[in-house]
T-cell receptor, first 110, second 116 residues
Framework: GIQVEQSPPDLILQEGANSTLRCNFS?????LQWFHQNPWGQLINLFYIPSGTKQNGRLSATTVATERYSLLYISSSQTTDSGVYFC????????????FGTGTRLLVSP | DAGVIQSPRHEVTEMGQEVTLRCKPISGHNSLFWYRQTMMRGLELLIYFNNNVPIDDSGMPEDRFSAKMPNASFSTLKIQPSEPRDSAVYFC??????????????FGSGTQLSVL
């Protein structure tokens, strides 16, 4: 099956700092999503971004499908950004399974 | 919309008992997914449905697990008999799969299952 690798596995930031999270995948994909799992376990969909760039407030994401990677940018981080960030992909089209990466655990300290 | 609703939030049971987890997807979504999350294995897809029909159940660990979707607004995941290694957080998610530019997946709050 498709492999999804995320880096770094862990990240500690001071409030206000910027960060870049990376997701590499082993095969072509037609669906890529970024999720944030907060400290209470809730999984929140941040972006649906199979290609191109999107921005939502302090967060933005870029997927370069031809090179099989995606980046999630967090600017001016806040303590509420803490949690685990997951990248998830679907290989192929149609009704295919969304495969999750292992995640990046982010801790933003005040 | 209230989002994806799962029940119960927490379930503690003894080995050998039957466990039933419930999910109500977002109205209008045509696809429903059951995931399991553990520290060791991360987020694993167990089964997913499209238009109430199971499409891929290859992630279901063994015959003790079964899932149904009798209608567009309800799904169950059943474990019978339960074992301690089934302890995990079980998530249900729904999406409008196949809809142009709108294939985002939305998760419920999960069910924390502990099998003693």
């Amino acid at each position: 099956g498709i492999q999804v690798e995320q880096s770094p596995p862990d990240l500690i930031l001071q409030e206000g700092a910027n960060s870049t999270l990376r997701c590499n995948f082993s095969d072509s994909v037609n669906n890529l999503q970024w999720f944030h799992q907060n400290p209470w376990g809730q999984l929140i969909n941040l972006f649906y971004i199979p290609s191109g760039t999107k921005q939502n407030g302090r967060l933005s994401a870029t997927t370069v499908a031809t090179e099989r990677y995606s980046l999630l940018y967090i600017s001016s981080s806040q303590t509420t950004d803490s949690g685990v960030y997951f990248c998830a992909v679907v290989r192929g089209t149609g009704f295919q399974k969304l495969v999750f990466g292992t995640g990046t655990r982010l801790l933003v300290s005040p | 919309d209230a989002g994806v609703i799962q029940s119960p939030r927490h379930e503690v049971t003894e080995m050998g008992q039957e466990v039933t987890l419930r999910c109500k997807p977002i109205s209008g979504h045509n696809s429903l997914f059951w995931y399991r999350q553990t520290m060791m294995r991360g987020l694993e897809l167990l089964i997913y449905f499209n238009n109430n029909v199971p499409i891929d159940d290859s992630g279901m660990p063994e015959d003790r697990f079964s899932a149904k979707m009798p209608n567009a607004s309800f799904s169950t995941l059943k474990i019978q008999p339960s074992e301690p290694r089934d302890s995990a957080v079980y998530f249900c998610a729904s999406g409008a799969w196949g809809t142009e530019d709108n294939e985002k997946l939305f998760f419920g709050s999960g069910t924390q299952l502990s099998v003693l």
